[in-house]
Each structure stands twice: as structure tokens, then as C-alpha cells.
């Protein structure tokens, strides 16, 4: 009886002290390194962010800006200038990115090893607009912008083709934006998608393109908060690798509200192909964040001995004027 | 000079044969007719003419006409001798007795490490494992072979072996002959090997015969048991987690016998009363219904019939179910359920006969069938609201195989024996197809399936052995195999030369070398290290290539005071197309479309690259005594390198572990106690953790607005502005080690007999000193005085220390 009373005891003492425990793993061989970004246009000043990777146990939620690093500018072998700080981390040039010109920053910082980041400038794509169509529906949109006089907004329907051809000598990644001038609210949808898919088209995403444009940041309309600059908007990227030296053209159509006259701006970015694995490994980094039977992703960087992703990128541009009348294309 | 030699190549063999005969036969366990694999039988007049029973318990010795003094021998068995005058071919089949009593305990393995041909195979006595303590109280061979060198376990307590740096799906788990392709129950923390139906295994890991092919990095060759030709047996043992029951016999006594065994774990029961205290305390809506169970069932029939002709039939399935229920449906048309389940398991079947046409040529024929499956389904039923809608979805993945194989074991000499044989599988892949409906008020909205197509392919394979004696020190085994894989119009053809050589340097010390060269042409894509059963079985095609590796072995093999035996073994190891998910890239729960025409493609999401294995293997084993067991250390890298990974750097395999140390006891008080203890030491594996953080921009959100730099015209474009979250970094993949794995396991089982039978009563302790080992880390916040204080990388273990108890009876 008394070995079997302690037989029980001694398997209690064993299932009180099974549960779960922590350890505290302090050592994880975090080495600190320079973050740069920078998406450099041709004809624009170079404007690179620098800052600081932190080791995730570090409790500072703040971005280390390395406001006194040392960034310098080369052009080939030539050193062009040492870049100026300016708020944010951002350190800026005087000198303007030209096209077909190899570059170089260095960034140096107490602590951390120099971290280099190349690139060049592509000249922009040629692309074309046609086969216009819109028109100008009897529905406005009535709007109070913040501090601002209240607007009445036009109902307007734009559908345009837009074509170019792609460079065979390279690798190209092409993505497009629009701007409009004024105040506008609505989208434009690029019935390219699914079409491009099915003839084997190689495609980042099948997205519509939101137009949503406004002069104003963190304006509120229509009970929504939106973080608004003019605008860029991301929608497709799309690859050559299945229409390398040949013409793509698609349709867009947009639906949308604005004020009249107004102007669109309808942007062709091209990117190296380093922008095109950071834009593909930062998607897949999200993708994965609740996924536990996935691989990690590490967000693609080309720069040597840090982090982050400095390239040089070309952009083409097509205005579009909208009026009572309709649409017709600007040649500037 | 070529028609010379021809006629020398066929004489030879003709003039070393005259006035020789055979005796031939099957060795068997005397009380069950059980056959005794690699029992030996040598002349003692001639120490020279020796030769070990096959893996289906048969022989074939050649000698001199004239008297001959044979003892046939098997350790643990009393030895039978027979002196007779040889004047022509002559079967003889002998049943040995197992030894009762014996002065000095003796649980030997079947082989000579050092006199055995075969190098980078151990074997561990089923009696050993019985004995050793044991995860909750289940023994599991395949934890026991964990303990091996050379041969690591995955995540704690789970059954995955890594051998020499190779992949869980390299290595090849037979049944009767039969591949499985899922040993894991419970998600991995038991392996399907009822211990109650096994009779045998063997593992090898390198210097690997022709006549096993299709994997790369081992075999481990399962046999279960053949049935009691004599009498009945039953036994029956009583765990913690499941049960089970093993019963055997006579059909026709000496001809015809039976063996079944079942088993099944009760977790689904226990949970009954949570479910009804939740019940209680909960509404209607959340009533729960959930449980788990797994299941086996192993059965064998042998048939003799004659001394020249056996059949076989053996056959396992084995099931897991894991279930859900939430919420009741009262009527068809009033209340709302979900239903979640998740199945998987394995069916096993093999046809096999033996048929000795001489007395030196044996033959083993057999039609096998294998399947693994797994389906994952989810209902939702929601009659309550006003629109009643069903919801369903079901993803499902299989492979099949059914193969014939025929096998020849032909003892030309007793110094040469050839092996041949030839084997055709084919198999059908279903590497994952989804089916999803949705409808309303009995509408159909949609009913769709989608998802990778069933693919085919046939596996043809031919191999010969050539088992030498070269004189009394040397002996060698030569040969090939040529394997082709014909898969969508692709044909894969591998030509595998096998090599091993063995010197006996003195009588109790031999050196060993050994060259093999694999292909692999089925592939296990996994995404996690626990035996989930998502990891999905696909075959090589025109895109992914067929995984090969060489091996290069060398080992040295002693005997001291014939009590231990010491093995230090070195291998080096390439592997090429080896497959790996591309970062990123799941099979399952994957919402990824970045390559939409291409995402529910399998052969899009993985990737292929290289690895190198090498490392050193010791092995101190004493079967001799009251105490025995083996201390193995393993010193090992592991490496391996992707294009498409790390941007093609080379990074450690998840389980480089520079230092594999174990220590396996057993004790023998007396005949009603014994003891039994294991302690393990592993450097941590090598994970994927991100330690470093850093801002990076949102260029790739939707909704990124970026602020405009300025041109010249005064022109804006956008640039980086807006900074996403932080995003953590690692610097390369399996960049982070986890903290060293160690643990003691102890146990005692307590004999009695008893008027029906013997009982063995074991009680157990794993993690002995509750040292936790961590499973998973993760990096959290943490508080101090209610106060955000930092973040921290925690660690959590699985199991800390855990008692058990089982019961085992065999009746007599």
C-alpha cells in the first residue's frame, strides 16, 4: 500500500512539472549593416534613403536614420560629389541622373561595413496612345473637400490603347501609372489581364488601377481616410519574357469622377530587372507572413555588404486632356 | 584470344565444381518455424567453407564429396552439428532451438560486424527496443534507429530519420519488400510499426547492395513476422496512448500458418468527456465534437508447399484521422455545422512466393501494392439565416504502386555467390487536386476542381551482385544496377555500379570500403520538418530531374575480447537535384500569384540544387552480458546549395549537427527486472530565423504613394517615400543554431510469469532530468511592471519530462 501511495505520488510530481516553458536566447550574432534605397530618374537629382538595420530583439520600434554617414557619389570611377543630408535619412545630389551612365554610391558609417549600390538608367519606353473613346456622363458627384470649396465632380468614361515596343537587346520590366491634375475619384480597369494571362503572358499581379488623385495628403472623402500625394498607383508589372522584341498593346478603360478640364498623365515605367526581384520577393514576403508550411523570404537587395535596393528607372509619359467634349491625346 | 578466354570463363567454374555437392535448405526457429535470417552453417573440419542463411532464411553450401562435419548455428539458438557422408545434392532443413537459459545474457545482432561482407548496416536486436525506454510507452523502431550513427531524428519525438545528410523521402522503408511511403502516425511522433508484428530489420546506410535501388540515403527493411507454424500465440499490450493485439498460429500445423496484429490509440476517447464539459458551458452554435484517432492492421499468411515452394501473403493498412465538428444541424433545414477532417494512412500489400529450383539457385517472385493518401475536406453548413447555403471544400493527394519483382540467389561456390534480378513499378502520382461547391438554398453557385492532373509513370529496374571470397582475407561485392524511369514521354536511364570490399586484417579486425552510386526518382516535397502528412509525394519529370548520389565509405571493424564491438566509419557524400521549395513556395495553404498561369503548378514551385555529406561515425556495442547496448557519436557536416536560394550560397542542411552522441543501456537485474536508459546529445539543428530588421519601402503595396521627386521641368515622379513595416532578414537560410538536444530516458519493466502467460509491467520516464529542448522559437514582446520592456527570442519544448506505463502479456 505505502509503495503504491508512492508510486502516485512520484507520477503526479512528474505531471505538475510538465508544462510548458520559455528559454531566453539572447545571442543571435546580429551584425549590424547600411540600409540604402533609391529609385534614381533620368533627368531627376539622386535622392538616396540611409539608414541602419536593427537586430529584432532591439526594443526600439524607430528607424535608425544615419543622418552622419557618408554617402558618395561615382560616376564610373570618377568621384562625382558626396551626397548632402537632408531630413528622414534622405541624403540628395546636385548633380542629375543622365541616361546610359553607370553609378555608384558608397555609404559609409561608424560601426558598419561601407555598403556599395550600383546602377544605371535605362533611355524611357516609347509608347503610344490610341484609338480613343469617352464620353461624358450626366451623373456629378457631389464632394466637400476639407478647407476647400465644395465640388461638383463629372462622370466620365475614357477607354484608350496603349502600345509599345519592347527593347530585344535587354531584360525589361514595364509597369504604368496615371496622374490627373485635379481632384478625381474612381478606377481604371485594364481589361489586359485575363487576356494576357491566356496567351501566355507572364504577369505580377491581375489588379485593377486605382485612379484616385488628388493634391491634397490624408484628405478625408467620403468618410474614408486616404493617404493621398499625387499619385502613383501601382498596378501591373509585367515582364518581356514573352513578348521580348515584339509590340504589346492593351486596352484601359477608366471610370471615374473629376472636375473639367482636366489633365491625365499616363506614365510607362521601365525597371532593371533588380526592381523586378525586389518587387517579386517583397510580394512573396508578405504572402508568406501567415503561412507556416512556407519557406521564408528574404526581400531581394542589391546592394553589396547591406541591405535594400538602389536602381535606376525610366519612365515615358502620354497627357491626355479631358473636357465637356471628350478626350483627346497632348502632344507636348 | 577472346574465344580462349570465353572457354576458360566457362570451364572453370565447371572443374571447381566436380566431385562437389550441395546441401541446400531453410534454417527456422524451432518453436514457431519462423525463418532465421543470417544464421551461419560451416563445416567444422573446414573453417573455410561457411554460409549465412539469405533474407528468407534460406542456404546453400557447396562442399567436397566425402564426410562433412556441418553445424548449423544462429546466436541465442542451441547449435545443431551433423556429421554425414556427402555423396549428392542433399536439402536439409533445420530448426533450431532457442536457448532458455543461458549463463550470460546474450542479445546479439545476427551479423559479424567484422567478418560480414555487407559495410554500413547495424542492426538492432528487437529485444534491445522492447527494453529501452520509450515515449509515452510506445516502443517505435524507428526512434531506436534515431539512436544509431550516422542517423539523426527530426524534431523531437517525431519519427523522421535524416541519414548522412540525406532527406526523409531518401530513404527506402520497406514492409515485406514493399516501399512505404508514410512510416508517421500522429502527425510524426509514431511511426507505423506495430513492434508486436516485426519480426526483423535491418538499416543500411551506405556501401548499399545493387538489389536495392530508388532511394538515396538508406534502406531500412522491415519484416514482420511469418506466423507460428507450431502453435497459437497471443499477446496484447496496454499503453498510454493506444493498444494492441497480436495473435498467431497454425492454419495447417507445418504447412500453413497465421500472424494478425492490430492496434489502435483511444485519444478520440479521452476526449469525450472534454467534450461534454464544453458542451456545458457553451451554446448551441460552438457544441464541439473533435478527436483523433489512429489505427493498424498487420496480417500475414504463409503457405509451404513443399520443401521447394512458399508463398506469402502479407498486408498492412495502417489510418489517421484527426476531426472536427462545430455547431448541430437540427433538420436538414435548421442550424449550422462545420466539419473539418483530415485523414491519411497507408495500404500495403505483397504477393510474394519463394521456390528453390536447386539446390544453388534460389528465386523470390513477388507482386506488391503500396498507397499513401491523404485528404484534408471542410463543410459548412448554415441553415439559419435566410439564404441556406452549403459550402465545401476537399484537397486530396495519393501515390500508388503496384510492382513485380523477381529475385535469384545463385551460391556458385562457396566463395561466390551472384544475385540478380529485375522489378517493375508503376506508379501513379495525384500530387494534389482540390475540389470546392458552394450553394444556396440548394442552388448550385459552383462545383469545381482544380489542381494538379494524375500522373503515370513506369519504374524498370535490373541489378547483379557478385558476392566474392578471395582467398580467406579478402572478399568483394560487384555489381550494378540499371534503373529507367518513363515518365510524359521522357525516359530516364541510370546506370548504378555498387561496390564494397572487405579485408580481414586479423581474426577480430577487418577494413572495409565501399562505392555506390544512387538515383531517385520519386520526390517528398516538404515545407516542414514534422512528419505533417501535406508533404506530397511527386515524381521526376522533364523539369525536375531525378535526385543521384555517390557515396564514398571506409570503415574499420573490430572485436574486443569478443564482448564489443567497435566500428569507426567515414563517408563522403554528393548529392545533385535535390529538391527544395523555392522561397516562399508551399503546396499547401498558398495564396500566391505572382506567377498566376503558372501557380497551381507543382514543378513551378520547387527547386533544385546540390549537397555534401561527410563526416566520421564511431560505434561501441556489447550484446554480451548483463549490461549491453552501444554508445554511438556521430561527427558530421551537411551542406547544401540552390540557385534559386540565398542567390545560389552555399547554407547548412536543417540538420547539420557536428555532434550526434548517444548512449543506449539495458541492464538485466534478474530474471524479473530489468533496466533501461538512453541519453542523447545533439548539437541544435540549423533554422531560418530572421535576426536582423530592417525598414524597406512599400513600393510592392497596392497603395503605396510615394513622394514625387522633381526634374527639371518641374516634372514630378514618384520615388520611395512611404516605409512598410519593418521587414526582417535573414542573412542565408538555416542561419540560426538552436540550442544543444539533450535528454535521459530511463525505464523498468518488471517481469512475471504468470498461469496463462508471461506479463511485463514497464514504467518510464523520458526527459528524465526535464531538461526542455526547444521545438520552436519565436520572437515576442515582452512586459516588464505592465510596461513594454523589449522584444525576446522565446523558446518552446515539447515534452518535458513524461511518465509512462504499459503492460504487456504474452500468453503461453
Redesign the interface.
Request: aromatic share 8%.
Given at each position: 500500500m505505502r509503495s503504491r501511495t508512492i508510486l502516485i505520488f512520484?507520477?503526479l510530481a512528474?505531471?505538475i512539472?510538465?508544462?510548458?516553458?520559455?528559454?531566453?536566447?539572447?545571442n543571435?550574432?546580429?551584425k549590424p549593416?547600411i540600409?540604402l534605397?533609391?529609385?534614381i530618374?533620368?533627368?531627376?537629382?539622386i535622392?538616396i534613403?540611409v539608414?541602419?538595420?536593427?537586430?529584432?530583439?532591439?526594443?526600439d520600434?524607430s528607424?535608425t536614420f544615419l543622418e552622419n554617414a557618408v554617402v558618395k557619389l561615382y560616376r564610373g570611377d570618377s568621384f562625382m560629389e558626396n551626397l548632402v543630408y537632408d531630413s528622414l535619412g534622405f541624403f540628395h545630389s546636385t548633380h542629375?541622373a543622365e541616361d546610359h551612365s553607370e553609378y555608384r554610391i558608397v555609404a559609409s558609417a561608424e560601426g558598419m561595413e561601407d555598403a556599395i549600390a550600383s546602377f544605371s538608367i535605362n533611355s524611357p519606353a516609347d509608347f503610344g496612345l490610341r484609338n480613343f473613346n469617352s464620353s461624358i456622363h450626366d451623373t456629378i458627384l457631389h464632394i466637400d473637400i476639407p478647407e476647400e470649396a465644395d465640388t461638383n465632380l463629372t462622370h466620365i468614361s475614357l477607354g484608350f490603347e496603349l502600345h509599345f515596343r519592347d527593347d530585344p537587346d535587354k531584360e525589361n520590366f514595364y509597369d504604368y501609372?496615371s496622374f490627373d491634375s485635379c481632384y478625381s475619384y474612381g478606377h481604371m480597369s485594364s481589361y489586359y489581364g485575363d487576356s494576357l494571362?491566356e496567351e501566355?503572358y507572364?504577369?505580377?499581379?491581375?489588379?485593377r488601377v486605382?485612379l484616385f488623385f488628388t493634391n491634397q495628403e490624408d484628405a478625408e472623402i467620403f468618410g474614408t481616410n486616404y493617404?493621398?500625394?499625387?499619385?502613383?498607383?501601382?498596378n501591373c508589372f509585367i515582364t518581356d519574357e514573352f513578348f521580348s522584341g515584339k509590340e504589346l498593346s492593351f486596352e484601359l478603360q477608366a471610370n471615374f469622377y473629376t472636375t473639367t478640364p482636366d489633365t491625365v498623365d499616363i506614365l510607362l515605367y521601365s525597371y532593371p530587372s533588380d526592381y523586378n526581384k525586389?518587387?517579386?520577393?517583397?510580394?512573396?514576403?508578405?504572402?508568406?507572413q501567415d503561412?507556416?508550411?512556407?519557406?521564408?523570404?528574404?526581400?531581394y537587395s542589391n546592394v553589396e555588404n547591406g541591405?535594400?535596393?538602389v536602381c535606376g528607372?525610366s519612365?515615358g509619359?502620354q497627357k491626355i486632356a479631358i473636357s465637356d467634349e471628350g478626350a483627346s491625346l497632348i502632344n507636348e | 584470344m577472346k574465344k580462349v578466354n570465353l572457354l576458360v570463363f566457362i570451364l572453370v567454374p565447371q572443374l571447381i565444381l566436380a566431385q562437389k555437392y550441395t546441401i541446400s535448405g531453410y534454417i527456422e526457429d524451432a518453436t514457431s518455424s519462423e525463418s532465421l535470417i543470417g544464421a551461419s552453417i560451416y563445416s567444422t573440419d573446414n573453417n573455410r567453407f561457411g554460409a549465412t542463411t539469405n533474407a528468407y532464411g534460406f542456404y546453400s553450401i557447396t562442399l567436397p564429396a566425402g564426410a562433412v562435419n556441418l553445424t548449423w548455428s544462429y546466436v541465442g539458438y542451441t547449435p545443431v552439428n551433423e556429421a554425414f557422408f556427402l555423396t549428392k545434392d542433399t536439402v536439409i532443413n533445420i530448426r533450431l532451438d532457442p536457448v532458455l537459459e543461458l549463463e550470460e545474457v546474450v542479445i546479439s545482432s545476427r551479423r559479424d560486424p567484422v567478418k560480414d561482407n555487407q559495410m554500413g548496416l547495424i542492426e538492432v536486436p528487437l529485444k534491445t527496443i522492447m527494453k529501452l525506454p520509450v515515449l509515452l510507452g510506445e516502443t517505435d523502431i524507428m526512434k531506436s534507429i534515431q539512436m544509431l550513427p550516422g542517423i539523426k531524428g527530426g524534431v523531437e519525438g517525431t519519427s523522421g530519420i535524416y541519414v548522412r545528410g540525406g532527406s526523409p523521402d531518401q530513404n527506402l522503408i520497406l514492409i515485406d519488400g514493399v516501399p512505404v511511403y508514410n512510416v508517421n502516425h500522429l502527425f510524426g511522433f509514431f511511426s507505423v510499426f506495430n513492434s508486436d508484428a516485426i519480426s526483423n530489420f535491418d538499416v543500411i546506410k551506405g556501401g548499399f547492395p545493387a538489389r536495392y535501388g530508388g532511394h538515396l540515403s538508406s534502406v531500412i527493411d522491415v519484416r514482420m513476422k511469418e506466423g507460428n507454424m507450431q502453435e497459437y500465440n497471443t499477446s496484447f499490450n496496454i499503453g498510454l496512448l493506444s493498444s494492441s493485439i497480436m495473435t498467431e498460429g497454425p492454419i495447417i500445423k507445418d504447412k500453413c500458418s497465421f500472424m494478425i496484429s492490430g492496434r489502435r490509440s483511444y485519444l478520440d476517447a479521452i476526449a469525450v468527456p472534454a467534450e461534454w464539459i464544453y458542451s456545458l458551458i457553451s451554446d448551441d452554435f460552438d457544441k464541439l465534437t473533435a478527436g483523433y484517432f489512429l489505427e493498424d492492421l498487420n496480417a500475414k499468411i504463409n503457405y509451404k508447399f513443399s520443401d521447394r515452394d512458399r508463398l506469402f501473403l502479407s498486408f498492412y493498412n495502417g489510418r489517421d484521422k484527426l476531426y472536427a465538428t462545430i455547431g448541430e444541424l437540427y433538420t436538414d433545414s435548421s442550424g449550422y455545422q462545420e466539419k473539418y477532417s483530415m485523414s491519411w494512412g497507408n495500404q500495403v500489400t505483397a504477393l510474394r512466393w519463394n521456390h528453390i529450383f536447386t539446390p544453388r539457385l534460389f528465386a523470390n517472385s513477388s507482386l506488391t501494392y503500396s498507397k499513401f493518401h491523404y485528404n484534408i475536406g471542410l463543410t459548412e453548413r448554415d441553415m439559419w439565416s435566410y439564404f441556406k447555403s452549403e459550402n465545401a471544400a476537399e484537397y486530396k493527394t495519393s501515390i500508388n504502386d503496384l510492382a513485380a519483382n523477381m529475385d535469384f540467389n545463385f551460391i556458385l561456390t562457396p566463395s561466390y555467390t551472384m544475385r540478380w534480378g529485375i522489378s517493375g513499378i508503376y506508379h501513379r502520382f495525384n500530387p494534389g487536386i482540390s475540389a470546392s461547391s458552394f450553394s444556396i438554398t440548394s442552388n448550385t453557385v459552383f462545383d469545381t476542381t482544380y489542381g494538379n492532373s494524375l500522373i503515370e509513370a513506369l519504374e524498370y529496374s535490373a541489378y547483379m551482385e557478385n558476392d566474392i571470397q578471395l582467398g580467406e582475407r579478402f572478399s568483394m561485392n560487384i555489381g550494378g544496377r540499371l534503373a529507367a524511369f518513363d515518365i510524359r514521354d521522357t525516359l530516364f536511364i541510370s546506370p548504378e555500379p555498387r561496390i564494397s570490399f572487405r579485408a580481414m586484417i586479423t581474426e577480430n579486425f577487418s577494413v572495409k570500403a565501399s562505392y555506390s552510386r544512387m538515383k531517385q526518382f520519386v520526390n517528398l516535397l516538404t515545407s516542414t520538418s514534422v512528419g505533417f502528412p501535406t508533404d506530397i509525394w511527386v515524381p521526376s519529370t522533364d523539369i525536375v530531374l531525378p535526385q543521384n548520389s555517390t557515396q564514398y565509405s571506409i570503415s574499420t571493424n573490430f572485436n574486443l575480447k569478443d564482448k564489443y564491438d567497435l566500428i569507426i566509419e567515414g563517408y563522403y557524400k554528393k548529392m545533385d537535384n535535390l529538391v527544395e521549395y523555392k522561397d516562399g513556395a508551399s503546396l499547401f495553404l498558398n495564396f500566391d500569384n505572382i506567377e498566376v498561369k503558372d501557380a497551381e503548378v507543382w514543378e513551378n514551385k520547387i527547386t533544385q540544387g546540390e549537397g555534401w555529406s561527410y563526416g566520421v561515425e564511431f560505434l561501441l556495442r556489447k550484446d554480451v552480458g548483463k549490461l549491453n547496448g552501444w554508445l554511438a557519436y556521430t561527427l558530421s557536416w551537411s551542406n547544401r546549395r540552390f540557385d534559386d536560394i540565398d542567390n545560389g550560397e552555399i547554407f547548412p542542411f536543417t540538420y547539420d549537427r557536428r555532434h550526434d552522441l548517444a548512449l543506449v543501456l539495458t541492464y538485466k537485474l534478474n530474471d524479473k527486472i530489468d533496466f533501461g536508459l538512453n541519453w542523447v546529445y545533439n548539437t541544435g539543428n540549423a533554422i531560418t530565423l530572421a535576426t536582423t530588421n530592417f525598414a524597406s519601402y512599400n513600393e510592392v503595396n497596392d497603395y503605396t504613394k510615394p513622394q514625387i521627386t522633381y526634374r527639371s521641368d518641374g516634372q514630378g515622379y514618384p520615388s520611395f517615400k512611404n516605409y512598410v513595416s519593418y521587414t526582417d532578414y535573414y542573412s542565408h537560410r538555416n542561419n540560426f543554431r538552436m540550442p544543444a538536444y539533450h535528454r535521459l530516458d530511463l525505464a523498468v519493466n518488471f517481469t512475471k510469469e504468470k498461469k496463462h502467460g508471461t506479463r511485463v509491467l514497464s514504467l518510464g520516464l523520458y526527459n528524465a532530468y526535464c531538461h526542455l529542448n526547444p521545438f520552436m522559437i519565436e520572437v515576442l514582446s515582452y512586459y516588464e511592471n505592465q510596461e513594454y520592456a523589449g522584444e525576446k527570442v522565446f523558446a518552446y519544448g515539447m515534452f518535458p519530462i513524461i511518465p509512462s506505463i504499459s503492460y504487456h502479456f504474452k500468453f503461453k
Open positions: 512520484l507520477l512528474c505531471l512539472v510538465s508544462c510548458e516553458k520559455e528559454l531566453d536566447i539572447k543571435l550574432n546580429y549593416m540600409v534605397n533609391g529609385l530618374y533620368q533627368d531627376s537629382i535622392v534613403n539608414a541602419s538595420t536593427k537586430s529584432i530583439i532591439e526594443p520600434t528607424i542629375r501609372s494571362i501566355g507572364r504577369l505580377h499581379r491581375n489588379s486605382g493617404s493621398m500625394n499625387n499619385g502613383y498607383c501601382q525586389y518587387h517579386q520577393s517583397g510580394y512573396r514576403y508578405r504572402n508568406v503561412n507556416p508550411f512556407s519557406q521564408p523570404v528574404n526581400i541591405l535594400g535596393l528607372v519612365c509619359k | -
